[in-house]
């Protein structure tokens, strides 16, 4: 745990070893001049392998994962920031706001344009454990046909920052419907 710590606090910052001063690493990644100086922005989208287009409305498999788990897949299109960027992935459900998932990610982006990048397929793992209520408690059970909201928070190194969220609609994986007796 120890040599943890010190490894993290050695990461985030380096001494001269001649004047004995800490400075700050030097930012992760990189970004094209023309785009540095407009604001970050991200846009929520959906895909596995690449970037689709989410709006609000919406469907969006609630997947049922090979280990038996659910999660929900997101991609990110993230513009003028470090093309290395820290991506907060949260799901809620609307309009209760119960939080289902929060997941990290720290990624290089897949470059779109010249300040445009991609990062697709991230999981929302799903924990519905608040919303169980007697023998209703899978999430495919408890969120098919309900709005859930799905935010992605980018932040890059040197501090760019932009949040976005779209309201979709629950729907069930094939793997839910028929044999288990959900859905039509």
Partial sequence: MVAAAALLLSCRAHRDSDTG???DVAPVGSIPEQC???PATVL?????????????????????????GWH????AR?????????ITYTIHLVPEGTSLSSN????????HDDCTGDYPGMYGYLDVTALVDGTANTPPELLEGRELEL?????DSEGRSATSSVTVVGQLDAAD???????G
């Fill in 72 to 75: 929900i897949l997101a991609s």
């Fill in 21 to 23: 001063d800490s400075t």
């Fill in 78 to 86: 993230i513009a003028n920031t470090l093309n290395v960027v820290s």
């Fill in 36 to 38: 540095a100086s407009r």
């Fill in 151 to 155: 935010t992605l928070q980018a932040t």
């Fill in 44 to 68: 929520v989208g959906g895909g596995a392998t690449a970037y689709e287009p989410l709006s609000d409305g919406d469907g969006a498999t609630i997947v049922h994962g090979p280990q038996g």
């Fill in 104 to 111: 990290q990610y720290r990624v290089q982006l897949v470059a």
């Fill in 177 to 183: 419907v028929g044999d288990t007796g959900l859905g």
